[in-house]
């Protein structure tokens, strides 16, 4: 079967050619073999043999690269990875569009006790309309604040955002 020797033939000389490359991209023998035969089969698969050796050992080199900066990047505690920082932004997005689309505001128990430390007035009104509640939404958070018909003072009840 002189065709098949040939095609293994072909296939060593393709590997020592990326091997000898890899030793110029400054991998020394050793390691380029352990970083060829690593790669070579997913590389082979995606890309055939078709690169000439040289194009070759640089997507090899390529590929261990990005291999070693994810492996750094899990190591450092403070790395979000890519996934979670996309969910982390897909999360925040549908909670302003909740925000945007329900536009419900809450006064919280000791703004209503502001309120009623704040008020001096006495409503004849017979509805009881005495305050207009004002909710500013914007980017950092709701300014409220509160306008008492009557004696037309404000009170601002926006709290610190963090
Ligand atoms: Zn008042």
Not at 72 to 98: A, C, F, M, T, W
Not at 105 to 127: G, N, R, V, Y
């Amino acid at each position: 079967m002189p065709r098949m020797n040939n095609r293994r033939i072909m296939a060593k000389h393709y590997a020592q050619g990326v091997i000898a490359h890899l030793n110029l991209l400054g991998y020394h023998d050793e390691q380029a073999k352990l970083v060829f035969f690593r790669h070579y089969r997913e590389m082979k698969r995606i890309f055939g043999l078709e690169p000439n050796v040289g194009e070759f050992a640089k997507l090899i080199d390529e590929f261990e690269r990005a291999i070693k900066r994810e492996e750094d990047n899990l190591k450092n505690p403070n790395y979000i990875k890519v996934g979670h920082l996309h969910e982390r932004l897909i999360k925040l997005k549908s909670k302003q569009e909740k925000l945007k689309s329900t536009m419900t505001f809450e006064l919280t128990e000791s703004m209503l006790q502001k309120i009623k430390e704040w008020d001096s007035c006495h409503t004849t009104d017979a509805t009881e309309a005495k305050f207009a509640y004002i909710f500013i939404p914007t980017g950092l958070g709701v300014i409220i604040k509160v306008e008492c018909n009557i004696c037309n003072r404000v009170l601002d009840l926006t709290e610190a955002w963090y």
